[in-house]
């Protein structure tokens, strides 16, 4: 009998031991990593057009109504005539986003400087990033 409860026992144990093994695992959520960068003021999608472009600190203005107005100039450093396009988020005092603008094309001359102007829409915004990517 001693021998019996023995081996009930464990095979007790062993279908506990197999039973916990086949519990599906929960695994952690995944985490992104935290960007150790300081958001600039104007992005550029590719490697290419970091290559090829020079981009001017922007000037901001504001007019009568107290719109917020951004002129970047861009020069094209390369010898080919290229096609971007650009947009800008415009946020408030408190860094949320109010305002994204839609992308806006711009055919760059080889070797020159262009300028491009782009405006809030709200006298709230307060900063602003600049988008810049090849033409779609």
Same mark, same amino acid.
């Given at each position: 009998?001693?021998?019996?409860? %023995?081996? $009930? &026992?464990?095979?007790?144990?062993?279908?506990?031991?197999? +039973?916990? @093994?086949?519990?599906?695992?929960?695994?952690?959520? %995944? =985490?992104?990593? =935290?960007?150790?960068?300081?958001? *600039?003021?104007?992005?550029? @999608?590719? #490697? =290419?057009?970091?290559?090829?472009?020079? %981009?001017?600190?922007?000037?901001?203005?504001?007019?009568?109504?107290?719109?917020?107005? %951004?002129?970047?100039?861009v020069r094209?450093?390369?010898?080919?005539?290229? $096609?971007? =396009?650009?947009? +800008?988020?415009?946020f408030d005092?408190? /860094?949320?986003?109010?305002?994204?603008?839609?992308w806006f *094309?711009?055919?760059? &001359?080889?070797?020159?400087?262009? &300028?491009? &102007?782009?405006?809030?829409?709200?006298?709230? +915004?307060?900063?602003?990033?600049?988008?810049? #990517? *090849? @033409? /779609?």
């Amino acid at each position: 009998m001693n021998a019996l409860r %023995v081996m $009930t &026992t464990g095979m007790t144990i062993a279908l506990a031991l197999l +039973a916990a @093994a086949c519990q599906p695992r929960l695994r952690p959520p %995944v =985490e992104p990593r =935290e960007d150790p960068s300081v958001a *600039p003021q104007i992005n550029l @999608a590719d #490697r =290419e057009l970091q290559q090829h472009f020079a %981009v001017r600190a922007p000037m901001v203005s504001q007019d009568e109504a107290g719109l917020m107005f %951004v002129t970047v100039p861009v020069r094209n450093t390369s010898a080919r005539q290229y $096609t971007i =396009e650009y947009r +800008a988020t415009f946020f408030d005092r408190n /860094k949320l986003p109010i305002q994204q603008t839609t992308w806006f *094309p711009m055919t760059m &001359t080889p070797h020159t400087q262009q &300028t491009f &102007t782009i405006n809030a829409t709200s006298r709230n +915004a307060d900063d602003f990033q600049i988008d810049i #990517r *090849p @033409a /779609k």
